[in-house]
């Protein structure tokens, strides 16, 4: 089983920046793609971005394309997610995750990921 740390979040104006980080410890880390979600209040808990286990393969969601990289150091068992011109309804918790299984195609499904992180705050301000 791993486990998941998220750091990273806070209170941002719109059009700024930040970078989000998840330490994992536990399971083997690189061998498992790695994913951020994020839930706001009163709704479902939704998919942002993933990475293959290598990294060489990313997934974004329509809504952060172009605007949010995910990335990992697999020597260092971390993931990141660098946010960049957020908007205000880009606040949520952002959670960090596992793919269930070893062989990742790149699903956007919540079922298909877990265990998860405590989850860290991001607010932006408009």
């Known amino acids: 089983q791993v486990q998941l740390v998220e750091s990273g979040g806070g209170l941002v104006q719109a059009g700024g920046s930040l970078r989000l980080s998840c330490a994992a410890s536990?399971?083997?880390?690189?061998?498992?793609?790695m994913g951020w979600f994020r839930q706001a209040p009163g709704k479902a808990r939704e998919f942002v971005a993933a990475?293959?286990?290598?990294?060489?393969?990313?997934y974004y969601a329509d809504s952060v394309q172009g605007r949010f990289t995910i990335s990992r150091d697999n020597r260092k068992n971390m993931v990141y997610l660098q946010m960049n011109s957020l908007k205000s309804e880009d606040t949520a918790v952002y959670y960090c995750?596992?793919?269930?299984?070893?062989?990742?195609?790149?699903?956007?499904?919540?079922?298909?990921?877990?265990?998860w992180g405590q989850g860290t705050q991001v607010t932006v301000s408009s």
């Open positions: 536990g399971r083997t880390f690189s061998n498992y793609a």
């Open positions: 990475s293959s286990w290598s990294g060489g393969v990313t």
């Open positions: 995750t596992q793919a269930r299984e070893s062989y990742y195609s790149g699903s956007s499904r919540a079922r298909d990921f877990g265990p």
